[in-house]
């Protein structure tokens, strides 16, 4: 089945620094999102990419629709103490699938102040 | 964005009994919803999609007689634990399809002891 290989699995970084993340797959998507997950809740979407090649941002955050169509990344500018949390990414496949999503393994984000 | 709610967002139940979660989107209709288990630290693995009007389907080894699935209306989907054991105890989230994007519930805590 399709799979999302996602890194890096963990970032321990300090206050202001930058972060980057991402998503690689062998199969084509058509929808790329990110979500970040904190502890005792549910995933909250922070970027939808629908286009390839697209490149959007959501304030500090900005994620890039690969031209492959086949990886995404995600950019954290100037971290903060609350950026802390889980990063999954999610692909969108076309066909009969009913909009499931295939997940990354997610990155897990540690903010010093 | 759109919004989705769980209830209830934590439940101990004793062995053998059968418990109900519910699925609303708040503030748009979705046709499909899907329900997810998480364990601790890890990526979301999706149990089932549920349609309106028809029958729920299964992910390859998920027992779709001890976790069944009802999607009575276009904004409520219900998924009751039944017989419940402590191998079931997890975090169960749900998450409604608007457009290509899904929106997530924020989670049911249960804990079979």
């Known amino acids: 089945g399709q799979q999302l290989n996602q890194s890096p699995q963990s970032m321990f970084i300090q206050e202001g620094e930058d972060v980057s993340m991402n998503c690689t797959s062998s199969s084509i998507f058509n929808t790329w999102l990110w979500y970040k997950q904190e502890p005792g809740e549910g995933p909250v979407l922070l970027i939808a990419l629908y286009k390839a090649g697209e490149l959007t941002s959501n304030g500090r955050l900005t994620a890039q629709f690969g031209i492959t169509r086949k990886d995404s990344f995600l950019n954290i500018s100037a971290s903060i103490p609350s950026d802390v949390g889980i990063y999954f990414c999610a692909g969108l496949s076309g066909g009969t699938s009913y909009g499931k999503l295939t997940f990354g393994q997610g990155t897990i984000l540690t903010v010093h102040p | 964005g759109a919004v989705v709610s769980q209830h209830p967002s934590r439940v101990i139940c004793k062995s053998g009994t059968s418990v109900k979660i519910e699925c609303r989107s708040l503030?748009?209709?979705?046709?499909?919803m899907f329900w997810y288990r998480q364990f601790p630290k890890q990526s979301l693995m999706l149990m089932a999609t549920s349609n309106e009007g028809s029958k729920a389907t299964y992910e390859q080894g998920v027992e779709k007689d001890k976790f069944l699935i009802n999607h009575a209306s276009l904004t409520l989907s219900t998924l009751t634990v039944t017989s419940a054991h402590p191998e079931d105890s997890s975090f169960y989230i749900c998450s409604a399809k608007k457009l290509e994007t899904q929106y997530f519930g924020p989670g049911t805590r249960l804990l079979v002891l």
């Open positions: 503030d748009f209709q979705a046709t499909t």
